[in-house]
């Protein structure tokens, strides 16, 4: 037993004792001759050797003899320090800590007797007054010796962080007396023993708030006194427990040092890194969390960051690149700044990467500034290191950082500049068991919501209410400065209310931010802010989502912490573009399609606002009213050469209704190589282009659905429902041109529509199926030459289909293209993979009918029998009548 | 479903509590404290079974309505639920009953394993069975109990 508590000694100074030791060597390489440097590491070994004698450890006596022998050449000037002995020092050291893991596992060491270290110890020790040819084998060390060209600018810079170390002047008695006084003012605490404190004190925060109600209603002069002071010290109390579970930062940045030198001489670069803010102190369980993505942030910058002593010369930097740790206080929260003077991050590479990998649209990587693309490696998947290393460049990484940090409540930004470096910014709060919550109310029942996730209070009264919120089917948006924020009721999202629908007379809009999306959540009333004890929820309420845990209010009551993301999942508010992995709840008629597109905005008939895309519209026309001819009882006018016939937005060919008597007719000429049909409309708006989050298909003929546009609700036209129900004959085939038929299997009623009205205007027969099994059921009563399906199916619908077709044999060579849904972009390595012909982003128009010619092309030189001749392309066929 | 040491033939003690004419009751180590009625918080989405949150000075307990656990049907409005504060490995959960009865020994000799032809869902929730003097004392698992779907 006392031999155990012994050893348990033992582990517990020695662990403190190498942590110190690492940093001192790194240190150390660069002053070698720092005396008072030297003497301390000396004597750690030293005394890790003596003791292991007593204790009986040998292996770790055995290597620590060997390292202490060469320590105390070099210290007696017998040999200068080459980085291979440090190397080698820095190695028996690491054996020591697995050894010491071992001891703590099982009480003894673990038997492995390290031959080859323990020879190439005592050989070094040997071998002592030759530092040059020690020198030639480190591979990593460039033709410059380290000591001489490191040695100046680090002393500055790392002079803060080493202060306790390298300022004692004699070295041996006078740091005996500085330990003992430390020894003598700081005692051990079993963390658990915090933790409990931590606890107690919260359950007296809340003591104290109920305290100070009561007190507020009985108007007692020396209770009120009391309780001022109760007040008082009780803030004093929680901020001083809160201190003991701080840790400043440099408890993790102290093994960085090390990380950095290894990897720097692994990846033959000079890397000086410095530190600053090391006291910056933290909560303890936030500093565990931090720790892994810390050093991976660091890992990454010397390895990708980080150039070459030769790149760097070129780029007329010095050959030692720096690595700038950097924290600090800011309102509540720690900033820590992890800043390299690097190579920056490459964004064409990025966005190249980016766009290979399908994790973002061509069109969408156009648009996005540096910034963003650099934002991008925080997506899961991602890495753009040339080679896979050991180090980093498997492509985990960086997205496990961004989850890892904002579990903690924490933040984290990319900021990078081309050639001069990149900055990694974590922004991270100071605890997490007492947080600043906005207590709000509905129906009665108290809520808080962390302040975290707040962006803003917006209150509408009167007929703001009417005139700010727009609904668009059951979906409330707020007009927040132009923007349209999604809205959600409180009340209904936690099923508490009774019903009666309809929007109040007063709105308190409390704007959300979850992941990276805004919503707004509609609540009865917004109290006020208060530092709430967050306490867990026991295991009854676990699969409740939308709560985060509870807390206990100033007068006694139990309130839930809503945890803003399930909240925001519940409601639906961001159900838009995040199909994956929650496919199966929603798959009705009304999903959405995401487009940036150019709209061309006009009025007709009874809709004030009606939007169709620019690429389908050949010109717009003034045709003066006594241009009008009639010829078959259609309107038409002479175009061109042509008779161009007009329809109404009904299809109907209403001349008369449209418009003043006197006035030119308004008219929107649809075209493509051989037909032309005008539109009249009443007024033309506006072309715009802008992102389009469409919803819900419509059911009014003429109508795909509806979109915001240029901040206002807009209704999408069909333009095939209007060609066609205006019969002139778009659609009508010549005989000898065999059409291709296609299939569309597509869940969303309303991208089946827009995609049905891009491929009847490209000339092909379109078919719909709503999922796999209507499409299977299609496929096999009619003939297709083509099926486009889209990849978000439910229950893999697109790779069911594709299996049933290839394992038929009359079906065999179909080709079947893969849609892409917005939200979730495969790869066109798995698509190609799953054997899908091709994949179609579903929003691009002109790529798809480019690709689908091209399929067609490629369908008739394959199977010659199948059709007779046909012109150009698919694209291009079609009826011939109109132009007679 | 462990049965008593019947080969020592040591005395067990149960807190008792009424549910509608059932007489049930809990080990006596099992329970924390007993407390009239109190103040809930109610938790919208959970299942009618939670019925709310309590503040336990300064701990958050779930208290579960026995009445729905134990399919019996609803309380009048006049009936006040009583607490009863068992331990569970995460903390404490309340389980809101009718009434309080006694705590009473009972001899292992009385101990029956639960009747077979017990109501399914009476029986997944009784451990067994004491035959006392004039009625019977229901053993409820608070293990099960206490585990919600």
């Not at chain 1, 033709?143 to 500055?156: G, M, R, S």
């Not at chain 1, 919550?437 to 962390?450: A, D, H, K, N, T």
């Not at chain 1, 009606?610 to 389908?616: D, F, K, M, S």
Request: aromatic residues 4%.
């Amino acid at each position: 037993m006392e031999d155990n508590e012994l050893t348990k000694e033992f582990l517990i100074e020695t662990n403190e004792n190498l942590g110190r030791l690492d940093q001192e060597m790194v240190l150390l390489e660069k002053h070698p001759k720092d005396a008072t440097l030297l003497a301390s590491i000396f004597r750690v070994i030293h005394t890790l050797k003596g003791t292991c004698g007593f204790l009986n450890f040998s292996t770790i006596e055995g290597v620590t003899h060997h390292a202490e022998t060469i320590l105390g050449q070099v210290r007696n000037g017998e040999r200068d320090l080459t980085p291979e002995l440090v190397s080698l020092v820095l190695e028996s050291v690491d054996i020591v800590k697995a050894e010491l893991a071992a001891i703590e596992a099982t009480n003894r060491e673990s038997g492995v007797t390290y031959e080859d270290l323990v020879a190439r110890l005592s050989a070094a020790a040997e071998r002592k007054s030759a530092p040059a040819p020690a020198m030639a084998p480190a591979p990593a060390i460039v033709p410059t010796p380290p000591p001489v060209a490191t040695a100046p600018p680090p002393v500055e810079a790392a002079e803060p962080e080493t202060a306790p170390v390298a300022k004692q002047n004699d070295a041996d008695a006078n740091s005996a007396a500085k330990s003992g006084s430390v020894a003598d003012s700081t005692i051990r605490v079993d963390v658990g023993l915090l933790d409990k404190l931590m606890n107690l004190v919260g359950e007296l925060v809340l003591a104290r708030n109920q305290v100070l109600q009561f007190t507020s209603r009985l108007e007692d002069a020396s209770l009120t006194a009391t309780s001022q002071r109760l007040n008082l010290i009780t803030s004093e109390l929680q901020e001083g427990v809160m201190k003991t579970r701080m840790q400043p930062i440099g408890v993790v940045w102290n093994k960085l040092p090390r990380v950095v030198r290894d990897l720097s001489s692994q990846c033959g670069k000079q890397i000086q890194l410095e530190m600053d803010g090391a006291e910056t102190e933290l909560d303890k369980t936030i500093i565990e969390a931090i720790k892994d993505p810390l050093t991976h942030i660091v890992r990454n910058a010397c390895d990708h960051g980080i150039e070459g002593p030769e790149a760097r010369m070129r780029a007329g930097k010095p050959a030692q690149g720096r690595l700038m740790l950097r924290a600090f206080h800011e309102g509540g929260n720690v900033n820590i700044e992890i800043a390299d003077d690097g190579n920056g991050i490459d964004g064409q590479r990025v966005k190249a990467k980016a766009l290979s990998q399908g994790i973002i649209r061509e069109d969408q990587a156009e648009r996005m500034t540096e910034r963003e693309l650099a934002n991008l490696v925080f997506l899961p998947g991602f890495s753009t290191a040339k080679e896979i290393t050991s180090i980093s460049g498997r492509g985990v990484g960086m997205d496990v950082v961004k989850t890892n940090i904002e579990k903690i409540g924490g933040m984290v930004d990319v900021l990078s500049r081309r050639g001069a470096g990149t900055t990694i910014r974590i922004k991270i709060p100071l605890t997490l068991a007492i947080i600043p919550g906005l207590v709000v109310s509905v129906r009665q029942e108290r809520f808080v919501i962390p302040q975290t996730s707040l962006l803003e209070l917006v209150r509408l009264e009167g007929e703001d209410t009417q005139r700010l919120i727009e609904w668009i089917g059951n979906a409330p948006l707020y007009r927040r400065r132009g923007n349209l924020l999604p809205l959600a009721f409180l009340d209904r999202v936690l099923q508490l209310d009774d019903g009666s629908g309809g929007v109040p007379d007063v709105l308190n809009i409390v704007v959300l931010q979850a992941e990276d999306r805004q919503f707004g959540l509609v609540v009865d009333r917004v109290n006020d802010t208060q530092e709430i004890v967050v306490k867990p929820l026991g295991k009854q309420m676990k699969g409740i989502s939308g709560y985060a845990g509870a807390t206990i209010m100033g007068d006694g009551h139990v309130a839930l912490i809503l945890d803003v993301m399930g909240i925001a999942q519940r409601s639906g508010v961001l159900a838009e573009g995040r199909t994956s992995g929650r496919g199966d709840d929603k798959s009705s008629g009304d999903a959405i399609v995401d487009a940036r597109n150019s709209m061309l905005l006009f009025r007709a008939g009874s809709f004030e606002r009606l939007a169709v895309p620019l690429a389908l519209v050949a010109r717009l026309e003034e045709i003066p009213r006594e241009r009008l001819e009639y010829a078959a009882g259609r309107p038409v006018v002479q175009y061109r050469g042509q008779l161009l016939p007009l329809v109404g937005l009904d299809g109907q060919s209403g001349v008369d209704s449209v418009g003043d008597a006197d006035a030119p007719v308004q008219v929107i000429v649809f075209a493509d190589a051989d037909n032309r049909i005008g539109m009249i409309v009443d007024e033309i708006v506006d072309i715009v282009e802008e992102e389009i989050h469409i919803r819900r298909g419509s059911t009014r003929p003429g109508i795909l659905g509806s979109a915001v546009i240029g901040n206002q609700v807009t209704d999408v036209l069909d333009l095939q429902a209007v060609i066609s129900a205006g019969d002139v004959g778009w659609f009508e085939k010549t005989k000898d041109v065999r059409v291709l038929r296609v299939l569309i299997a597509e869940s969303s009623a309303f991208g089946r529509g827009l995609l049905r009205s891009s491929l009847e205007m490209g000339g092909y027969a379109v078919s719909e199926a709503a999922d796999a099994a209507d499409a299977l059921a299609k496929l096999s009563a009619t003939r297709f030459d083509l099926v486009l399906a889209a990849l978000d199916l439910p229950n893999d619908g697109a790779i069911r289909i594709l299996e049933s077709v290839r394992g038929q044999p009359e079906t065999e060579h179909l080709p079947i293209v893969a849609m892409q849904p917005v939200s979730h972009i495969d790869s066109p390595a798995r698509i190609a993979h799953h054997g899908f012909a091709a994949s179609l982003s579903r929003l691009d128009r002109e790529g798809m009918l480019r690709s689908l010619g091209q399929l067609a092309k490629s369908l008739d030189n394959e199977q010659p029998a199948v059709s007779g001749s046909r012109g150009n392309s698919a694209l291009y066929q079609g009826s011939k009548r109109m132009d007679n | 479903m462990t049965a008593p040491d019947t080969t020592t033939g040591l005395n067990r003690q149960f807190a008792t509590f009424f549910m509608r004419d059932l007489f049930f009751g809990i080990e006596v180590h099992k329970v924390q404290e007993v407390l009239r009625s109190q103040e809930m918080t109610r938790v919208p989405l959970a299942p009618a079974v939670l019925r709310g949150l309590i503040n336990l000075r300064g701990q958050i307990v779930a208290a579960i309505d026995m009445r729905q656990r134990l399919s019996l049907g609803p309380r009048t409005a006049d009936q006040e639920p009583m607490n009863m504060i068992v331990r569970a490995e995460d903390g404490a959960v309340s389980l809101l009953v009718d009434e309080i009865g006694d705590v009473i020994d009972v001899v292992s000799e009385s101990y029956e394993p639960v009747p077979e032809t017990m109501a399914p869902h009476l029986k997944q929730l009784v451990e067994g069975v004491y035959k006392l003097d004039g009625r019977l004392l229901l053993v409820l698992d608070t293990e099960r109990t206490l585990q919600l779907q």
